[in-house]
T-cell receptor, first 109, second 115 residues
Framework: DAKTTQPPSMDCAEGRAANLPCNHSTISGNEYVYWYRQIHSQGPQYIIHGLKNNETNEMASLIITEDRKSSTLILPHATLRDTAVYYCIAIGSARQLTFGSGTQLTVLP | GAVVSQHPSWVICKSGTSVKIECRSLDFQATTMFWYRQFPKQSLMLMATSNEGSKATYEQGVEKDKFLINHASLTLSTLTVTSAHPEDSSFYIC???????????FGPGTRLLVL
């Protein structure tokens, strides 16, 4: 699976959009981009995934660049409960998730 | 989304005892489940892949005789930490995906403390 790179931490004001970037420059054509988040002392929570088209669900939007070398997770209206570590993972057919360090998002009141 | 449960949510045991952790897919059938371990302030590390009806596949450095995995049904996988020692104290998390789907769903985790 392709390696991903994320900033270690970000802050966001409550009510504002949180934009979390991820670089995956070595991603291959059959690898999906998945986003999970982990709130302290809980198991990871699935957020969204995509292959090459932008995706949106009730939690977030995923914007993937045309060359697929990077993506951005957007939480449109961040709340305090969105404070968590966010993981961007590229996964292929092996289905094994390799977790990096992720981005610690802190939503500030 | 699909729901995965774990039991117990936390356990404290004496050194030398064995501890069993259950992982269940509640509303779907999972041919494959995964077991992770997470130490404080670290990311999740894959320990093993559990396949229904066959032997688990362990990651390099994970002792298969110490961490026994059984995946006897499409909805249940168990991880037994045998002869637990204080260094086995960690947060153990399982995940599973529905047949035909790519997305993995995680359980809430089990916190193990070995005294």
């Amino acid at each position: 699976d392709a390696k991903t790179t994320q900033p270690p931490s970000m802050d966001c004001a409550e009510g504002r959009a949180a934009n979390l970037p991820c670089n995956h420059s070595t991603i291959s054509g059959n690898e999906y981009v998945y986003w999970y988040r982990q709130i302290h002392s809980q198991g990871p929570q699935y957020i969204i995934h995509g292959l090459k088209n932008n995706e949106t669900n009730e939690m977030a939007s995923l914007i993937i660049t045309e060359d697929r070398k990077s993506s951005t997770l957007i939480l449109p209206h961040a709340t305090l409960r969105d404070t968590a570590v966010y993981y961007c993972i590229a996964i292929g057919s092996a289905r094994q998730l390799t977790f990096g360090s992720g981005t610690q998002l802190t939503v500030l009141p | 989304g699909a729901v995965v449960s774990q039991h117990p949510s936390w356990v404290i045991c004496k050194s030398g005892t064995s501890v069993k952790i259950e992982c269940r897919s509640l509303d779907f059938q999972a041919t494959t489940m995964f077991w992770y371990r997470q130490f404080p302030k670290q990311s999740l590390m894959l320990m093993a892949t559990s396949n229904e009806g066959s032997k688990a596949t362990y990651e390099q450095g994970v002792e298969k005789d110490k961490f026994l995995i059984n995946h006897a049904s499409l909805t249940l996988s168990t991880l037994t930490v045998t002869s637990a020692h204080p260094e086995d104290s960690s947060f153990y998390i399982c995940s599973a995906h529905d047949r035909g789907e790519e997305t993995q769903y995680f359980g809430p985790g089990t916190r193990l403390l070995v005294l």
